[in-house]
């Protein structure tokens, strides 16, 4: 009976998830903002909504405070000397409050706004390394890593926008309508209630329409940027074929079509400030003409008159952003529901609850003993790569794997290291099922080389001793020696402090194996997997290399993945695969007495060699 993760791969793939809407988006955020066991969060919370009512509350008393002080001057309210100082000061306090309490708000919220930014995006990054290496070959990186930093800013935006501008401003709104609905009557709350909701659905709706042309606008930008990078990083191949005029028309041809739709943005962006300027014009000339009415009638005071005229204007300034506050939120929340679409990804390999740990270091523990019971393994369950592999590396033995291209070679390094989980059949170690073990314990014990080594965008030192977090400086240069790299290293102006390049470019393809070798080293594990390690390296630098990993190897279980068979004579089994089978095994001699496979792809590559030398 297979173990129960053995179905994991060959399970019907997940369907798409439906999209979120904006509303479940919103309650996705609720648990960042208002967090279980967190008291004090919780607490901040209440005081940025206490400190936001109480400063729209003096907002709105400002201009009412501002129409007694009109009314108080008036002639027949006595000589300016016996004016009310109290309403002065009053207006004064009240101006200061408003802004007083409005940054006090910003302060209190600031540490929560980038708080739950940081708690989000250190989520997001945790969970990407979580997920399986499927995942991550069916992604590109990049486009991984601009999500998590879009959803995090966007969440900043959210939580910035809504508590900043859209809340105060409908807060605002509303007082105001039931201040005038008050102080007045019926007639001016409708004038201004219809103002507020035809300038929200007219730049609600006008924006919508402006987005695709913004979203355009940026696709051709984004274009233009991409053909200008692409063409300088592929500078001599311009050269090379004479290309340059091309390249230019290319460019231009981007430019040129980015002009027109920034030119249609901005016309657009005239015609939203146009609309909204119009719509606040008939309303404050409606409320204007009845205010004036009303004056003339003696129902009115001029202190009124200018009170209702600037709790519009009051009002209109912040739905002034409304358009660009819209855009921002809703590009956020499809931001955020990117982020949240990763953190809905579920992981293929999962640790059992009872898993066990493993002895990583060869200090710790002798080395391993590895079997491959009959396993199966397909990435597709309509194609089938692995088809009843069996073979068993003693504790200390080195097992090398040899093949055509697509024969399974890597795939059973990949299942080793188990980012993938077998279809069919078990992979032992030490007497264990891998899926027995933590995923964390087993890879642990499993130093890799592979064909490609790929380096941090750091010094040597810090990529030599990523093989152990924590080693002294002593033993990055022992595992250094090792490795027969240090040398190299002190010959440099920096030394370890030498930075590698992005993706360690700055180094050659053998220097770069050997810091690879050397952060295996230190890592001292158990079990040493070689993924065709001298495959792509010069014949002078691979046998320097091969004199490096056969000191690795010494004392551990190794798995040798080959290309080059002359690297791979002294070892103590050599399995010839094919088509997702064993078809020889046997020693380097044996494979040669028996005049088959082995001994003709060993004839195939001494005739290489030879048209070579």
């Not at 050599?574 to 020693?587: A, K, N, P």
Request: charged share 20%; hydrophobic share 45%.
């Amino acid at each position: 009976m297979p173990h129960a993760g053995a179905m994991a791969v060959s399970s019907p793939a997940r369907p798409d998830r439906p999209e979120r809407s904006a509303a479940a988006t919103l309650r996705g955020l609720l648990p960042y903002l208002w967090p279980r066991h967190d008291p004090r969060t919780r607490l901040r919370v209440v005081g940025v909504c206490m400190l936001l009512v109480a400063a729209k509350v003096a907002t709105i008393g400002v201009p009412y405070a501002y129409s007694r002080v009109i009314d108080a001057l008036q002639p027949h309210a006595g000589s300016v000397a016996m004016m009310p100082l109290l309403l002065i000061v009053g207006y004064g306090l009240l101006r200061m409050a408003a802004a007083g309490l409005g940054e006090l708000r910003d302060a209190l919220f600031a540490p929560l706004r980038y708080r739950i930014s940081r708690v989000a995006a250190m989520q997001s990054f945790t969970h990407m390394h979580q997920l399986s290496l499927r995942f991550h070959l069916n992604r590109q990186s990049g486009g991984v890593t601009r999500a998590i930093a879009r959803g995090t800013e966007a969440i900043e935006t959210l939580l910035r926008v809504g508590v900043f501008n859209v809340a105060p401003t409908l807060i605002e709104a509303l007082m105001v309508i039931i201040v005038i609905w008050r102080l007045f009557d019926w007639r001016y709350a409708v004038v201004m209630l219809a103002a507020v909701a035809a300038y929200v659905v007219f730049t609600i709706k006008f924006t919508s329409w402006r987005i695709g042309l913004r979203r355009q606008m940026n696709e051709i930008n984004s274009e233009a940027s991409w053909k200008a990078l692409d063409s300088l990083l592929n500078y001599e191949t311009v050269k090379y074929f004479g290309n340059e005029e091309h390249e230019r028309k290319r460019y231009e041809d981007a430019q040129v079509r980015y002009e027109q739709a920034a030119i249609r943005t901005q016309i657009s962006l005239n015609g939203l400030n146009f609309g909204q300027a119009a719509i606040i014009a008939v309303a404050l000339i409606a409320v204007m003409l009845m205010a004036g009415r009303d004056v003339e009638a003696g129902r009115m005071t001029v202190g009124h008159f200018v009170l209702v005229n600037t709790y519009l204007m009051q009002l209109y300034l912040p739905l002034n952003f409304l358009g660009s506050v819209y855009t921002s939120l809703r590009n956020s929340l499809v931001d955020l529901e990117h982020m949240f679409g990763l953190m809905d990804e579920r992981a293929d390999i999962t640790d059992s609850v009872r898993a066990l740990s493993l002895p990583a270091r060869l200090d710790e523990a002798p080395a391993a003993d590895i079997r491959f019971e009959d396993v199966h393994f397909s990435y597709r369950p309509d194609r089938e790569i692995l088809r009843g592999i069996s073979f068993h590396v003693p504790a200390g033995h080195r097992v090398a794997i040899v093949g055509p291209t697509g024969a399974g070679k890597s795939t059973i390094s990949r299942l080793l290291f188990r980012f993938y989980d077998v279809t069919a059949g078990r992979i032992v170690v030490d007497g264990h099922d891998i899926r027995d073990y933590t995923q964390a314990a087993l890879r642990g014990a499993i130093g890799v080389v592979p064909q490609d080594t790929i380096l941090f965008n750091d010094t040597i030192g810090y990529n030599i001793a990523y093989g152990r977090l924590g080693a002294t400086q002593a033993e990055v240069e022992q595992a250094a020696r090792l490795a027969c790299i240090h040398d190299f290293i002190m010959s440099l102006p920096e030394g370890y402090a030498t930075r590698v390049g992005e993706r360690g470019l700055k180094l050659s393809g053998g220097e770069k194996q050997r810091v690879a070798i050397a952060r295996t080293i230190l890592k001292n594990p158990r079990v040493l997997l070689l993924d065709e390690a001298t495959s792509a390296l010069d014949t002078g630098t691979e046998h320097e290399i091969q004199t490096a990993l056969r000191a690795v190897a010494a004392n551990r279980t190794t798995l040798i993945i080959a290309h080059r068979l002359s690297t791979i004579v002294d070892v103590d089994e050599i399995l010839v695969m094919g088509h997702g089978q064993i078809l020889e095994r046997g020693t380097h001699r044996a494979l040669l007495e028996r005049g088959s496979l082995y001994a003709g792809m060993w004839a195939a590559q001494a005739e290489e060699d030879a048209e070579r030398g």
